[in-house]
């Protein structure tokens, strides 16, 4: 955007950026929808866990002396009841072998299901994935109009924020979400069979990716409000409890009903805030000290 264009050429170039926007999404959304298969894969991964995935017993008998080749995960249950994993298993006519058969862990409950699941899964994979590209158009467009200081600090904070959203990605992706799919699965257990359907599935995941992106953002944004002064360290300080309380229940929200898992989420929280009361309480000493020097 430049500064002293007339007001309709800034609206042109906005329309113009807007429109580069819309484009870099949409082939974006295509190409992410030609490949789905290894995202779906990569964002359904914790679902194939072994405390997660469904077995159904069946009792192999053989009519005549031969190999059977088994799906992969099978396990064979022994005298002892151990369960041993088998690909393949030899049995002489008239013996049998008590299994357990991975069942499927998702299921399809409309002819449309699989079609518009991948669709909006595309278009969100598309905007996250080509978020550089668009997000660089945006601040170019915006860029001539901020102050020497902004706009050096505006690099910065992007990145910080790109940092945080990905650790809140990974934090889910590797702890949250394993964690509350094996204890739904055994919650369900006791209840009847667990068939959970394809797209509220994916939907449910991209609801606790999206959460803990959020919360690992908004420490961003306190640090943002800290270092212009909107927030105070006395402000922060009177603050404390309130925050902390809140921090437990938004991840009480996002993690299944245990303590452990709460603990998980809430203590990078609860150190993140702490460390912004620092960096607080750095900012005001550093602008009583330039004060009393000039």
């Not at 429109?19 to 974006?28: E, M, P, V």
Request: one cysteine or more; a positive charge.
């Amino acid at each position: 955007m430049h500064k002293f264009l007339p007001f309709w050429e800034h609206v042109e170039e906005l329309r113009k950026t807007l429109l580069k926007i819309g484009a870099i999404i949409l082939l974006a959304t295509l190409l992410t929808f030609v490949f789905h298969k290894p995202l779906f894969s990569l964002l359904l991964k914790p679902l194939k866990e072994p405390s997660v995935t469904f077995y159904q017993k069946e009792h192999l008998v053989a009519h005549k002396s031969r190999t059977f080749s088994l799906p992969p995960g099978t396990l064979l249950l022994t005298a002892k009841n151990e369960r041993i994993p088998v690909r393949h298993l030899s049995l002489e006519q008239g013996e049998s072998a008590d299994l357990e058969i991975p069942k499927p862990s998702l299921y399809l409950f409309s002819p449309l299901e699989g079609f518009t699941t991948v669709f909006s899964l595309s278009f969100w994979g598309g905007i996250l994935l080509s978020s550089p590209l668009w997000i660089y158009l945006l601040l170019r467009f915006l860029l001539p109009a901020l102050k020497g200081h902004e706009s050096k600090l505006l690099l910065p904070f992007f990145l910080l924020s790109l940092l945080f959203i990905g650790g809140g990605l990974l934090f889910c992706y590797r702890v949250t979400l394993p964690l509350i799919t094996t204890f739904l699965s055994s919650f369900n257990t006791s209840l009847g069979s667990n068939l959970w359907g394809f797209g509220e599935t994916t939907r449910f995941t991209l609801y606790l990716l999206l959460a803990h992106a959020l919360l690992f953002e908004l420490y961003v944004a306190l640090l943002f409000l800290i270092h212009f002064h909107l927030l105070t360290y006395p402000t922060l300080q009177r603050a404390r409890r309130p925050v902390i309380i809140t921090i437990f229940i938004l991840a009480a929200i996002c993690t299944p009903p245990d303590v452990v898992s709460q603990l998980l989420l809430a203590l990078p929280l609860l150190l993140f805030y702490e460390l912004a009361l620092l960096f607080a309480r750095s900012k005001d000493y550093k602008d009583i000290y330039l004060l009393n020097r000039k």
